[in-house]
């Protein structure tokens, strides 16, 4: 698959801070870019919480063929939590 690309708008100052960088680093203002977008999109799935993490893959839900009330009705509760 080839990359896409995407147009992106800085400011005068934003623009040199950047071309410095790559300067600094030897590397392109692109990868600077790529790089800080990575960080960012990494930065957000760690933030998801363990319920998005669950529903995201498919583990929340109802199960065919079960009571439909069985995390609210006490009759099933009895004995829980004993050993």
């Known amino acids: 698959m080839k990359d ?3 147009t992106v708008r800085f400011s005068p100052e934003m623009r040199s ?3 410095a ?4 680093g030897g590397t ?3 990868d600077i870019v790529r790089n ?8 957000e799935e760690g933030s998801i919480t363990a319920y998005e ?7 929340i839900g109802a199960v065919k063929g079960t009571v ?6 006490p009759k099933y509760f009895n004995g ?3 050993s």
């Open 4 to 6: 896409q690309r995407v």
């Open 17 to 19: 801070r950047l071309k």
């Open 21 to 24: 960088a790559a300067r600094r």
């Open 28 to 30: 392109r203002e692109s």
């Open 36 to 43: 800080a977008v990575e960080l960012k999109l990494a930065a």
């Open 53 to 59: 993490h669950a529903k995201k893959a498919g583990l």
């Open 68 to 73: 439909r009330d069985i995390s609210t009705n």
């Open 80 to 82: 829980f939590g004993r």
